[in-house]
Antibody, heavy 121, light 108 residues
Framework: EVQLLESGGGSVQPGGSLRLSCAASGFTFSSYAMTWVRQAPGQGLEWVSLISHSGENTYYADFVKGRFTISRDNSRDTLYLQMNNLSAEDTAVYYC??????????????WGQGTLVTVSS | EIVLTQSPGTLSLSPGERATLSCRASQSVGSDYLAWYQQKPGQAPRLLIYGASSRATGIPDRFSGSGSGTDFTVTISRLEPEDFAVYYCQQHVDLPWTFGQGTKVEIK
């Protein structure tokens, strides 16, 4: 059974940092691209970042470029999102999602339960 | 960036009725790169339809998708109580991947 378990969310002040993790199991993690998608309270879904199966290629939405860094450790079956210089607009539930391909995997067949990030003073 | 516009914003229907949800893209996404997701309150989204018309694993056949280019539709032939949820379309032909704003299917 495929499982994705996010952790690392919490409350942080504006300008602060957080590191999210997503532990994967039930599939060959190193074969699939992975993505972070976020959802602000009461709002829709917003793609944040993508990493290829090897970790060689990464892509970001403009609104996080230069502030967030996606990475993965295929030896630990874990995906990460380092978030720096956070602002109130980054307040959201952050989901990790498994892509269906290795390099882009732009559709997401499995999702974690999400982890809430709250940015507030 | 490809903008996806979903309509209507809210659909009020009774169980047993037919639901038709639309998604229009600001430029062509072909047919292979359009997906639909279902999201229930407090839950993660679930893949419903991929490639515009293929049902994901475990999705009942009352759900069907159609369309190509810029206009796409998902139809629920007869609404079951568990189908009342928010539905999102998503394109993955071009980065950044984008989602529509969602259609809420609510009980009338």
């Amino acid at each position: 059974e495929v499982q994705l378990l996010e952790s690392g969310g919490g409350s942080v002040q504006p300008g602060g940092s957080l590191r999210l993790s997503c532990a994967a199991s039930g599939f060959t993690f190193s074969s699939y691209a992975m993505t972070w998608v976020r959802q602000a309270p009461g709002q829709g879904l917003e793609w944040v970042s993508l990493i290829s199966h090897s970790g060689e290629n990464t892509y970001y939405a403009d609104f996080v470029k230069g502030r967030f860094t996606i990475s993965r450790d295929n030896s630990r079956d874990t995906l990460y999102l380092q978030m720096n210089n956070l602002s109130a607009e980054d307040t959201a539930v952050y989901y990790c999602a498994k892509g269906t391909g290795g390099n882009y995997g732009g559709r997401f067949d499995y999702w974690g339960q999400g982890t809430l990030v709250t940015v507030s003073s | 960036e490809i903008v996806l516009t979903q309509s209507p914003g809210t659909l009020s229907l009774s169980p047993g009725e037919r639901a038709t949800l639309s998604c229009r893209a600001s430029q062509s996404v072909g047919s292979d790169y359009l997906a639909w997701y279902q999201q229930k309150p407090g839950q993660a989204p679930r893949l419903l339809i991929y490639g515009a018309s293929s049902r994901a694993t475990g999705i009942p056949d009352r759900f069907s998708g159609s369309g190509s280019g810029t206009d796409f539709t998902v139809t629920i032939s007869r609404l079951e109580p568990e189908d009342f949820a928010v539905y999102y379309c998503q394109q993955h032909v071009d980065l950044p991947w984008t989602f529509g704003q969602g259609t809420k299917v609510e009980i009338k």
